[in-house]
């Protein structure tokens, strides 16, 4: 101890303290201000390139189920309109059909009206044509039969005849 | 350290091949010359210690046989009474008395002290030199070690920064500097002060970090510095986190030091001179604990190398020799896992102190 504070030198103390914190002052201007920002710029820079990498990983991933999800809409859609195409088309047909049979229906309606009126007036033509062909008829006979007076008196025997019976 | 083994290396050289020369000089006072090689055991424990104190001139090889110093003197700069600036070769490694206006001053293991003309240096009975001592803020090895190392982590580290603006991946020397930076900041900032706080305090710890391990390779280095071995260097650092942990402590910090909750008042005026005592032991750890890993894996290099040379008498120089490669080798492979260990211990132990003066307390 007592050889250690014989060999201690305060100049040598004190210019080391002056070289030391000269020292200190001008390595951290020059050297570790700059290199510990560099170190820690490309660490961020690291660090952030594979959190970019991540994140491109998990868009991709994205894109991918959202590439999924519009398929699937699309096929939906797809189905949904061939659906509602079909129903178009079988209700089309359904109204067409019941369309054409009322039109049919109608048609066939006023025809047999119509029929039935040109029977009516033919039957009724012909209930006239034979009215008036049976009164022709029966003068013609009536004048034959009672052309003669015996036959004249025949007649009306007969019918008296027939009153008497009554 | 390796200075030392260099010298020595060549000194083992030169004693292979003048024996005689050995011999001669081994007969003579150790003490009286400066250029005689270093073959005792106390002048290999003196200049093991001699190594392990700052000096004011850097010595890269001493020739044994001339004693020549081949190295370069580095500026002394004396607060005594007015600022007193010369170059250290006016001491001639200590040779000689420099003299500056009025004043003389001599240098007595490692310390310059204020003597007279003919410097003459009086001790007391621990053997400590009693002169005065003038504030010494001279450009020491220790200095010129630390400003190294500050001007590497500056240019080798707004390398890096500057990097960053071509492109977000470093390239070259970055890339292996990128990894320490992100090491402290996630291994030890983060974990011991927590994710909201720890930004503040990164200058701190990294420039501490890399400032002490820089040091601590810096001494395993053939250049012989022994900075973070050095008291007055680890005392600064712990100091440094010392007070940023006062000056960075919240509210609870200072409840649980002077009036711990929870428990019942007898017991926080027992505790309170103990937390007080613990705030000041955790700094003094930290200085104490790099002091001494520092300089104890210095001397047992250093020994270990010296080993050649005590134990040539009783081996032969070949088996010493090998000997003592084999064990230095050894010991350094592992003072380079210390030198990274005690930086991040002493870096891991601040942000502890500093994320134990922030944390919040939520459970009372």
């Known amino acids: 101890m007592d050889q250690l504070l014989n060999d201690f030198s305060p100049g040598l103390f004190f210019m080391q303290a002056i070289i030391l914190f000269i020292l200190i002052v001008l390595m951290r201007k020059f050297a570790w201000k700059p290199i510990l920002e560099s170190l820690d710029s490309r660490e961020e820079g690291i660090k952030s390139a594979l959190d970019a990498a991540e994140e491109a990983k998990k868009e991709l991933q994205n894109l991918q189920s959202d590439n999924e999800r519009i398929l699937n809409e699309a096929r939906a859609q797809r189905d949904a309109i061939l659906k509602d195409a079909r129903e178009l088309k079988e209700n089309m047909i359904a109204e067409a059909t019941t369309e054409a049979k009322t039109a049919s229906d109608k048609i066939v309606a006023q025809a047999k009206s119509t029929i ?51 | 350290m390796k200075v030392f083994q260099t010298t020595l290396r060549i ?3 030169m004693l292979l091949l003048t024996t005689a020369t050995l011999r001669a000089n081994s007969g ?50 004396l607060w005594d009474g007015g600022l007193k600036v010369f170059m250290s070769s006016k001491f001639h490694h200590g040779a000689s008395v420099a003299a500056v206006g009025d004043n003389y001053y001599a240098v007595d293991h490692g310390k310059i002290y204020k003597t007279d003309a003919e410097g003459t240096i009086t001790y007391d009975e621990h053997h400590h030199a009693t002169n005065a001592k003038p504030l010494d803020f001279s450009i020491t090895k220790n200095v010129v070690g630390m400003l190294l190392a500050g001007l590497l982590m500056l240019l080798g580290f707004s390398a890096l920064a500057r990097g960053y603006k071509k492109g977000p991946i470093p390239t070259g020397l970055a890339r292996v500097l990128e990894p320490l930076v992100i090491y402290v900041r996630d291994d030890i900032a983060r974990p011991n002060i927590g994710e909201k706080k720890y930004r503040k305090f990164m200058g701190f710890l990294l420039t501490v970090f890399f400032f002490i391990w820089i040091l601590n390779l810096l001494g395993l ?20 986190t010392f007070f940023i942990v006062q000056f960075s402590a919240n509210k609870d910090y200072w409840k649980h030091i002077f009036w711990m909750p929870g428990v019942p008042v007898p017991m926080k005026i027992i505790l309170m001179p103990i937390e007080i005592l613990g705030m000041l032991t955790k700094p003094f750890s930290l200085l104490i604990r790099l002091f001494a890993n520092i300089t104890a894996g210095h001397f047992v290099v250093m020994s270990l190398i010296a080993l050649m040379i005590i134990l040539k008498t009783a081996f032969g120089p070949i088996a010493s020799t090998g000997m003592s490669l084999v064990l230095a ?8 896992l210390v030198a990274f260990l005690q930086a991040f211990i002493f870096t891991m132990l601040s942000s502890l102190f500093i994320g134990m003066a922030v944390q919040e307390h939520d459970h009372h």
């Open chain 1, 116 to 166: 039935e009126g040109e029977k009516k007036a033919a039957l009724a033509e012909l209930k006239n044509s034979v009215a008036d062909l049976s009164v022709e008829i029966a003068e013609k006979v009536v004048r034959q039969e009672l052309s003669s007076n015996k036959k004249q008196l025949e007649l009306v025997e007969s019918m008296l005849a027939d009153v008497a019976v009554n």
């Open chain 2, 11 to 13: 000194a083992v050289a």
């Open chain 2, 28 to 77: 003579e006072t150790p003490h009286e010359a400066q250029g005689n090689l270093i073959d005792t055991k106390e002048e290999i424990n003196d200049y093991i210690k001699h190594h392990l104190q700052d000096a004011h001139d850097f010595v890269f090889y001493t020739s044994g046989t001339t004693g020549t110093h081949y190295g370069f003197p580095l500026p002394v700069i």
């Open chain 2, 221 to 240: 280095t053939p250049l012989g510095f022994n900075v973070t071995g050095n008291i007055a260097v680890t005392v600064c650092l712990a100091l440094f």
């Open chain 2, 329 to 336: 080798l050894f010991i350094s492979v592992i003072e380079i």
